[in-house]
């Protein structure tokens, strides 16, 4: 099974958005940005890919933290998760959301729920 950290929280500050995990067993040290978001139509939620030598690791940003997803974008802000105390850059989290974002809109396959939060939040 592909492991995967929740993300619980976001605060933004001056510079970066920062989105703050649940506590893991998997050492955050070792990971580092793979600059590739998905989509979990089920969860609604997009998924940031880390990796480290072994395997992938996703990041879940769950529907109840895309606006504040999507100001922080707006403000062309950094997006940083930290996970466990440590600090994992989110690099090219704007483009990858912004061709998502575009590649969903109107797209039934994502499944008309996913489409409708995803427009109400970026789109409107």
């Known amino acids: ?19 703050y995990a649940e506590n893991t067993t998997i050492n955050a040290e070792e990971l580092q ?3 590739h978001v998905l989509v979990d139509s089920d969860l609604f939620a997009f998924l940031y890919i880390l990796e480290n030598e072994q395997e992938y690791v996703y990041v879940s940003i769950p529907h109840t933290l895309w606006p504040d997803l999507k100001q ?13 105390g440590v ?10 959301i912004g061709y ?8 039934a396959n994502y499944g008309e ?12």
């Open 1 to 19: 099974m592909q492991k995967k950290i929740d993300i619980k929280s976001v605060e933004q500050q001056k510079q970066a958005l920062i989105f």
């Open 33 to 35: 940005p793979r600059e």
């Open 72 to 84: 922080g974008l707006d403000a062309n802000q950094e997006a940083v998760a930290v996970i466990n």
């Open 87 to 96: 600090q994992v850059p989110l690099t090219q989290l704007k483009e990858e």
């Open 100 to 107: 998502l974002v575009q590649n969903i809109e109107g797209n």
């Open 113 to 124: 729920e996913l489409v409708k939060r995803v427009e109400e939040v970026f789109l409107l």
